[in-house]
């Protein structure tokens, strides 16, 4: 079984999809779903930040993506 993984939004922590395996789920509020494999990219609802998710090798702390 794979394991899942949340995506967050880096701005303010909005849930933006589940990571199964290397399929990303993202589901919105009217049963619409959507499965997509990385890199996936998103803007967030709460803040429109767009985030980006790329694969999963050294993700466990940001690449050095410029921050403002
Ligand atoms: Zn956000």
Redesign the pocket.
């Known amino acids: 079984m794979h394991s899942e993984r949340e995506w967050r939004?880096e701005?303010?922590?909005?849930l933006m999809g589940i990571l199964k395996g290397d399929r990303l789920h993202i589901r919105f509020a009217r049963s619409h779903e959507y499965r997509v494999s990385l890199p996936a990219a998103g803007i967030?609802r709460?803040?429109?930040?767009l985030n980006e998710l790329r694969e999963q090798h050294a993700s466990a702390c940001s690449d050095g993506k410029l921050r403002n």
């Open positions: 939004c701005e303010c922590g909005k967030c709460g803040c429109h930040r």
